[in-house]
């Protein structure tokens, strides 16, 4: 089983549209949880942390589920420039907490 | 402020050939690493630094040596470039009390025929 998996999509939405993301990870013993986002031929950037008691940013939810060791990432109102790919995150790869582990991605693309 | 940096931002190797690939970032960050990004495969942690002299492997570190002899610098380096090694490299880098915030440089495209 992959540490952590992502299903690739892609997601094609319109505009205004909410959508979610899905991620299960595999190390119960996992501490920190985020959600970054790629532009196509980007570097990564960080979109949010998640945390236990969910929390959100303008039209992003992040939630987490340590139970089902499974994290969402809903998006309200979709924008064009949402298309990208949202990458989940997960920390604790050998010896440094910096070490994070990404998922494969989920490709949005929001068309008008 | 020019954050992360790399070079050079494309190349072609032929396999055998040896290179390094340039990364620095002007944050002062403690932590600084370096990634591959395949299609399909996602981002995978080659080698990566918690400080200046200080480097220790990733999940994929075979073929790529690294060193820290600054704060600012990390080079990675290519030993006998091989076709597996086509990828894009990312290297990243944060403070390490804000671990997860990692600012990754643009990334090098790196082929090897």
């Known amino acids: 089983r992959k540490e952590v998996e992502q299903d690739p999509g892609p997601f094609n939405v319109p505009e205004g549209a909410t959508v979610a993301f899905n991620c299960t990870y595999s190390n119960s013993a996992s501490q920190s949880f985020f959600w970054y986002r790629q532009d196509c031929r980007k570097e990564p950037k960080l979109l949010m942390s998640v945390y236990s008691s969910g929390n959100e940013d303008g039209r992003f939810t992040a939630q987490l589920n340590r139970a089902s060791q499974y994290i969402s990432l809903l998006i309200r109102d979709s924008k064009l420039s949402d298309s990208a790919t949202y990458l989940c995150?997960?920390?604790?790869?050998?010896?440094?907490?910096?070490?994070?582990?990404f998922g494969k991605g989920t490709k949005l693309s929001v068309k008008p | 402020n020019a954050g992360v940096t790399q070079t050079p931002k494309f190349q072609v190797l032929k396999t055998g050939q040896s290179m390094t690939l340039q990364c620095a970032q002007d944050m002062n960050h403690e932590y600084m690493s370096w990634y591959r990004q395949d299609p399909g495969m996602g981002l995978r942690l080659i080698h990566y630094s918690v400080g200046a002299g200080i480097t220790d492997q990733g999940e994929v570190p075979n073929g790529y040596n690294v060193s820290r002899s600054t704060t600012e610098d990390f080079p990675l380096r290519l030993l006998s470039a091989a076709p597996s090694q086509t990828s894009v490299y990312f290297c990243?880098?944060?403070?390490?009390?804000?671990?997860?915030?990692?600012?990754f440089g643009p990334g090098t495209r790196l082929t090897v025929t």
């Open positions: 990243a880098s944060s403070s390490l009390d804000r671990y997860y915030e990692q600012y």
């Open positions: 995150v997960v920390n604790g790869y050998g010896g440094s907490q910096g070490n994070l582990i």
